[in-house]
């Protein structure tokens, strides 16, 4: 098998981001809940606000509720995909091509701020973060989320055999990038006076083939792919593919991730 020689295009990684990073729809109903019930137990007509919104796997499930949502992201493929995914259903979303270090919006505008899996692509995340406060209303809330992997599985064992390539290749892969991040900003919540609460909200068993793990990597799916050049990606790409017709007799046949995903709340 070969991976692909080339860079994906803009259009198809949205697409194979939105096939890849989903939520069961159980799972997202539960997020939803979470996310709505202690905003519309305080407000009436709460709007919403999700900043690097993505394809919409978060904000989908709650604008299907009927509540006010707008949602930005620097990423016009990315809103794309968003877009087709609502049509018929989008008589109170607005979609913004943004960024969320300076959003267009004015102070207390929104009575929720949603983050999922967005800080560590930020290099002064600080000044996203100080904006997702301003535009909350007092009383308002700033929800963070991101999934969380329980337990070792087949795809943390391609991640790794990847990074050892590109180790013997001369390239140190830099991960938890994420993880690092979201301790930074919860320290810098935590300064601000604020008091964030953590929870887990919802867990599942995803079903996935090798051939899907390497598409991952190969499609730069995951954010710490994109920190390896060009050259080193073709060839490690090549040695990891080779590795995986000789390690797995099927790459097609699925093996289970456990999951669940955590929520940050804070109260502004």
Not at 25 to 51: C, Q, Y
Not at 258 to 267: N, Q, S
Request: proline share 7%.
């Amino acid at each position: 098998m070969i991976p692909p020689n080339m860079e994906p295009a803009a259009g198809r990684v949205a697409f194979a981001y939105d096939r890849m990073r989903y939520h069961p729809p159980e799972v997202s109903g539960r997020i939803a809940t979470a996310i709505t019930a202690p905003v519309e137990a305080r407000f009436k007509d709460p709007h919403f606000l999700e900043i690097g919104v993505g394809t919409g796997r978060i904000g989908v499930p709650v604008l299907a509720r009927g509540y006010r949502f707008t949602a930005v992201d620097t990423d016009p493929a990315m809103l794309a995909v968003f877009r087709y995914k609502i049509a018929g259903v989008a008589r109170k979303v607005r979609l913004l091509q943004a960024d969320a270090r300076e959003l267009p919006f004015e102070k207390g505008s929104f009575q929720a701020v949603i983050s999922v899996h967005l800080w560590h692509l930020i290099p002064d995340w600080q000044r996203a973060l100080l904006e997702a406060l301003r535009v909350l209303e007092p009383g308002g809330f700033l929800f963070e989320g991101w999934d969380e992997s329980l337990g070792e599985s087949e795809d943390c064992r391609i991640q790794e055999r990847w990074r050892e390539i590109l180790e013997g290749m001369g390239f140190a892969l830099e991960r938890g990038r994420h993880r690092a991040r979201l301790l930074e900003v919860g320290r810098a919540l935590e300064k601000l006076g604020l008091e964030p609460e953590v929870e887990a909200v919802a867990e599942w068993t995803e079903e996935r083939t090798p051939r899907q793990s390497l598409e991952a990597i190969a499609e730069r799916l995951y954010s710490y792919t994109r920190q390896v050049p060009a050259e080193f990606f073709a060839r490690s790409l090549r040695e990891l593919y080779a590795w995986a017709e000789n390690h797995y007799p099927d790459l097609d046949r699925p093996y289970p991730i456990r999951w669940r995903f955590v929520l940050r709340r804070t109260e502004r």
